[in-house]
């Protein structure tokens, strides 16, 4: 007895494979690959999805420290707080808390001044040590110095230098016969001592990636450009920028990433004060979640609108980087 293979008629589809056998064919294939990426997936899990997940539903309800869930010797008190949906966003956003807008205008002027004198002074600073000079090493070891101090040494270090009381930026003021400034008591001079010191720890990290940038454009577009007669500004326009789009555009994006969100610099340096006048939207989140009446909603409110605004402007700006990328290449 003789068996034959029917072929399938023209035009019908073969019977494809379950959807759950797929998934046992790709885990029994690249069982490695994902035994390897399993701690990686916990960790993320752990720190970043499950935090994430339970500020959102926060948000959504009124937790507060006088109705959240909590333990009191041996007495358990449970929860109380209930959903509200968008309540806290509809506070947020349409102005009835007071402080939000007040503090993404400062934010903003905050990120924006901070990052463009990081990026401004630090491309000036990897242009400089681009260059062939005696003891460029120690040059780029000291300027690097910052970046490795951690930011809660480095705040309070500088609150010793900007006490109002025998600090030295005042002691050289009065040495030169300026009289002193009280750095962290006023609000415009504590605008500007938190700029400072954000700038003096965010220029290493420009200077350095910039500087890597250099070292990667050809020498011969230089010297090609200075054989055609291109002064050093039309050198630096045509060649250096064009050069350093690629990094640039990164690191301006993980600058304003960063500097949004800088809370150690106000928190240790002014505390957010005086009178709130430096806090940035991260450091009035904290406050809500951990000072007075603890409004837990409140901060994960925050949270929630500052990450949002973040990954809207990471969308938009990698789509005019790309367009910008395209216009050159054309």
């Known amino acids: 007895m003789t068996t034959t293979a029917v072929r399938p008629d023209n035009g019908v589809a073969a019977p494809q494979r379950p959807p759950r056998r797929k998934v046992r064919g790709l885990l029994a ?21 499950y935090p994430l997940a339970r500020g959102i539903y926060l948000s959504l309800t009124n937790a507060t420290e006088m109705n959240v869930g909590r333990t009191i010797g041996a007495n358990e008190i449970p929860a109380t707080y209930d959903l509200i949906g968008l309540d ?14 007040p503090r993404l205008l400062w934010t903003i002027q905050w990120t924006v001044i901070c990052v463009t ?13 681009n260059r062939a000079m005696r003891l460029r090493t120690l040059y780029r070891m000291l300027l690097i110095l910052p970046w490795a101090v951690p930011p809660f040494v480095a705040a309070f270090g500088w609150r010793l230098i900007l006490n109002d009381q025998g600090g030295v930026l005042n002691a050289v003021l009065g ?41 990667t454009i050809p020498k011969e577009l230089y010297e090609a450009a200075e ?24 690191v301006v994006l993980l600058g304003t990433i960063w500097t949004f969100n800088q809370f150690p610099v106000i928190a240790l340096l002014t505390g957010g004060g005086p009178g709130g006048s430096t806090n ?19 901060a994960a409110t925050y949270g929630a609108v500052i990450a949002s605004m973040l990954v809207v402007f990471a969308f938009f700006y990698q789509r005019w980087l790309r367009r910008q990328s395209a216009e050159v290449l054309t």
């Not at 294939?29 to 999805?49: C, T």
């Open 280 to 298: 940035i939207l991260v450091t009035e989140a904290y406050e809500r979640a951990f000072q007075g009446i603890r409004d837990y909603a409140g």
């Open 117 to 129: 004198l990081h990026f401004t002074l630090g491309l000036g600073l990897a242009m400089l040590l």
């Open 88 to 101: 806290n966003y509809l506070d947020v956003l349409s102005g009835a808390d007071g402080a939000f807008y």
């Open 29 to 49: 294939k690249h069982w490695y690959a994902w035994l390897m990426i399993a701690p990686v997936v916990l960790v993320i899990s752990v720190l970043v999805l």
């Open 227 to 250: 054989m055609d007669g291109a002064t050093p500004w039309q050198r630096f326009r045509a060649v250096t920028m064009p050069g350093l789009r690629p990094v640039s555009g990164t």
């Open 175 to 215: 040495a030169v016969g300026i009289s002193g400034v009280d750095w962290l008591g006023q609000p415009l001079a504590a605008k500007v001592s938190v700029i400072m010191v954000n700038v003096w720890l965010g220029v290493p990290f420009m200077m350095v990636a910039l500087l890597g940038g250099l070292q």
